[in-house]
């Protein structure tokens, strides 16, 4: 079973705020990253994928990956009251070819104004 | 309209009753996926699959099963050998490997 790990939070910021979602992986071979914004009662939906070493951004939303620290991030800029939910990090299980993901627990961000 | 459709939203199961859930794409997607999620708990996967006609086991897939007739369609039956089924209902579709998963919009299940 390979492990995802959230920092549990929750994590409160005021607007206008940068806040920091961060997400460790156990499977050293694991090659594409995922954020999800979940709203509470919703599903998730995709925020940002990463597949290499470095900074990724778009728009407020800036995914970070360090392989060799097995470790990936998601920094929102500016975080706005809309920003408040549970974020979600999914990593791609290396010997599956049908793209099975592994998601951490999520980490509950609120914005507060 | 593209997308992923669940349903229902909401579904009911009384003691001893199978149900089913329905997860419906136009995407073109092969892989689709089914998640269970708890509250506090991450997404759990119960079934996925590739192609028409070939499934696999996920994490917990004891007491539910699957069947995929066709590329779109990827119904789960929640059968009563579960012992536990009240939970948040996730379909996902995917292109398999590294590709990112998109979800549908849930079905809720719960328990008379």
């Known amino acids: 079973q390979k492990e995802v790990e959230q920092n549990s939070g929750p994590l409160s910021v005021p607007e206008g705020a940068i806040a920091s979602l961060n997400c460790t992986y156990s499977?050293?071979?694991?090659?594409?990253f995922f954020w999800y914004r979940q709203y509470s009662g919703k599903s998730p939906e995709l925020i940002m994928f990463?597949?290499?070493?470095g900074d990724k951004e778009d728009g407020r939303f800036t995914a970070q990956l360090n392989k060799a620290s097995q470790y990936v991030s998601l920094l929102i800029r500016d975080s706005q009251p809309s920003d408040s939910a549970t974020y979600l990090c999914?990593?791609?299980?290396?010997?599956?070819?049908?793209?099975?993901?592994?998601f951490g627990r999520g980490t509950q961000l609120t914005v507060w104004p | 309209d593209g997308g992923i459709t669940q349903s229902p939203k909401y579904l009911f199961r009384k003691e001893g009753q199978n149900v089913t859930l329905s997860c419906e794409q136009n995407?073109?997607?092969?892989?689709m996926y089914w998640y269970r999620q708890d509250p506090g708990q991450g997404l759990r996967l119960i079934y996925y699959?590739?192609?028409?006609?070939?499934?696999q086991k996920g994490d917990i897939a004891e007491g539910y099963s699957v069947s995929r007739e066709k590329k779109e369609s990827f119904p789960l039956t929640v059968t009563s050998a579960q012992k536990n089924p009240t939970a948040f209902y996730l379909c996902?579709?995917?292109?398999?490997?590294?590709?990112?998963?998109?979800f549908g919009p849930g079905t809720r299940l719960l328990v008379l």
């Open positions: 699959s590739q192609i028409v006609n070939d499934f």
């Open positions: 999914a990593v791609n299980d290396r010997g599956s070819t049908l793209g099975r993901l592994y």
């Open positions: 990463i597949y290499s070493n």
């Open positions: 499977d050293r071979g694991s090659q594409s």
């Open positions: 996902a579709t995917g292109n398999g490997g590294w590709e990112t998963q998109y």
């Open positions: 995407l073109n997607h092969d892989a």
